[in-house]
């Protein structure tokens, strides 16, 4: 017993070496790289449009008021955007559409303006029929002229 005492010393030096050895030589704490690149930002993502509404590029052709209703003729150009379950437009199709009662002065100017130049102009459209009809009503109605209201 006497010598096994002799013994509990030596290993238990032998054991703290060995765990001091085997421990890292870097501070424990890591160190931020720096990055110097420029940060890549990302664009704001489009506001998605609502169901059953189209934005498109047109030019308006032909404004007619008719019984309470201003009726329009407009030769697509750019179909910009659909919501979900929208009919589709198609590109050098031209579309009856009627205009929207509750657009101001400034928008019912711009698409006038755009009609004596020949011109597309943005505008967001609004499907007034889920399918195809007999009737000669149209099926869309222009909602917003411009990107924003009172904007082109």
């Not at 659909?82 to 009856?96: H, K, R």
């Amino acid at each position: 017993m006497r010598n096994s005492k002799y013994y509990i010393i030596p290993i238990l030096i032998v054991l703290s070496v060995s765990f001091i050895s085997c421990s890292s030589s870097r501070n424990s704490v890591p160190q931020e790289k720096k990055d110097d690149s420029p940060k890549k930002v990302l664009p704001p993502a489009p506001v998605p449009l609502s169901p059953g509404v189209a934005r498109v590029m047109a030019i308006p052709l032909l404004y007619n008021q008719e019984d309470q209703m201003q009726i329009c003729t407009l030769k697509i150009e750019q179909v910009t955007g659909y919501g979900m379950s929208t009919p589709v437009l198609t590109v050098g199709s031209e579309v009856q559409v009627q205009m929207d009662m509750n657009l101001d002065q400034q928008q019912r100017e711009q698409f006038i303006s755009a009609k004596q130049e020949a011109r597309p102009i943005t505008m967001t459209l609004q499907s007034l029929a889920g399918g195809i009809t007999e009737s000669k009503a149209p099926i869309w109605k222009i909602v917003q002229i411009g990107s924003r209201p009172g904007k082109n």
